[in-house]
């Protein structure tokens, strides 16, 4: 099999290209975010957008070593990087720096700080796709499903020890990637089916939402063939479900913090707090409106410049997209986001190796949902739990780690062809 001319050969070069877009469209806004007369350039050290700059041209540097590293390099030491990736998660608990409530950055001065949990993505989605894309693995065996959540559940307590809740859930994206190898879609759908009836038991009273389940589990009874095996699971699930309604009390007071539990009434409408924790996403959806169909322009957005909007240049950055671009610049954005995962979902099924295809649904999966949620909570439609709108926001953590998560996969792909 010939052997590639060089680093570039076989390049996804539409990847590449969209990957270029976001930093484009992500370090113009962080710019526009904050602009003022008395910092004009666009390359200010001081300032946050000459910083991301920094960060850039290092993911630039990054894209050289992924791209001369020999492919087969990422899973062979995966399991390394793993190992390393939770010593890293569990000093950050001893020795980190509490930052807006949660101890998870590791400060190596004033103006360099590191978040492990951004390298815990990485690494946990490369083991899962080395041990998933093993020969002798089978998603069926209970023992195989166990180890698998087990790598993924690992990284993700100890994010939420950490405080970070909402980056927790990232690492629930993997179901997908389960999901894709074999997983019953049942479990999806158990699990979706908890979210709701976890927000329906906040909403109303636990004792009518078991009515209503008792109800829907009397239907199904009927609707069954009713054998004895059916019936015992039926019993198994009506009384795991009635057990989570009765925990979600529990749950919401001991296990959230104050904060938390504030940002999911305001996200539920029980209560108003214009002032408060709804803060953030008020200012957010009246910058997003005043944008309009077609933007302010280009430097011209008023409440994200003037700080109206809380973590403009992070969290919040869809909110600079909205106002300066309106409604055509964020569809845009959006629609440029969905071309990237169908990209990405279509590159990975042409992979030859098991390893390439399973690691390019973990990148799908982490995208999907970091994409969903910090949109989402920009308009309304998801609670505030500080995650980045992924090669967009501000932050050289963010984005070194998702530009090695992406040009992982790029360079697995430009390999295929020498995979048997």
Known sequence: MRQPKNIFSNLDWTLVGMYMFFILVGWLNIYAAAYNEEHKSIIDFSQEYGKQFMWILISIVLILVVLILDAKFFATFSYF????????LLLTLAIGSEVNGSRSWIYFSDTVRFQ??????????????RF??????????????????????????????????????????????????????????????????????????????????????VIFLFLIRRSRKNIIQLLLVYGL????????????????????????????????????????????KIAIGSGGAIGKGFLNGTQTKYKFVPEQNTDFIFCTIGEEWGFLGSGIVVIMFVLLLMRILFVAERQRSSFSRIYGYGLASLLFFHVMINIGMTIGLAPVVGIPLPFVSYGGSSLLSFTVLLFVFIKQDANRMQVL
């Not at 990087?81 to 890293?88: C, E, K, N, S, V």
């Not at 108003?272 to 008020?282: P, R």
């Open 132 to 217: 998933l894309g093993d020969i002798s693995v089978r998603l069926q065996d209970i023992r195989t499903r166990l180890k698998a959540i087990a790598i993924i559940a690992l990284p993700a307590m100890l994010v939420l020890m950490q405080n970070e809740t909402g980056s927790m859930l990232v690492f629930a994206s993997f179901i997908f990637v389960l999901y894709r190898e074999g997983l019953s879609g049942n479990i999806l759908i158990f699990g979706f089916a908890l979210i709701v009836l976890f927000i329906f038991t906040l909403l109303i009273d636990k004792f009518i939402v078991v009515a209503f389940i008792t109800l829907a589990a």
């Open 116 to 129: 492990p949990l951004e390298l815990a993505k990485f690494a946990t989605n490369l083991v899962l796709a």
């Open 81 to 88: 990087i793993y190992i390393f990736a939770i010593g890293l």
């Open 241 to 284: 479900i009635v057990g989570f309604i009765f925990s979600v009390n529990g749950i919401y007071e001991h296990v959230l913090e104050p904060h938390q539990k504030k940002r999911i009434d305001v996200f539920l409408g029980k209560v108003t707090d214009l002032k408060g924790k709804g803060y953030n996403v008020n200012q957010s």
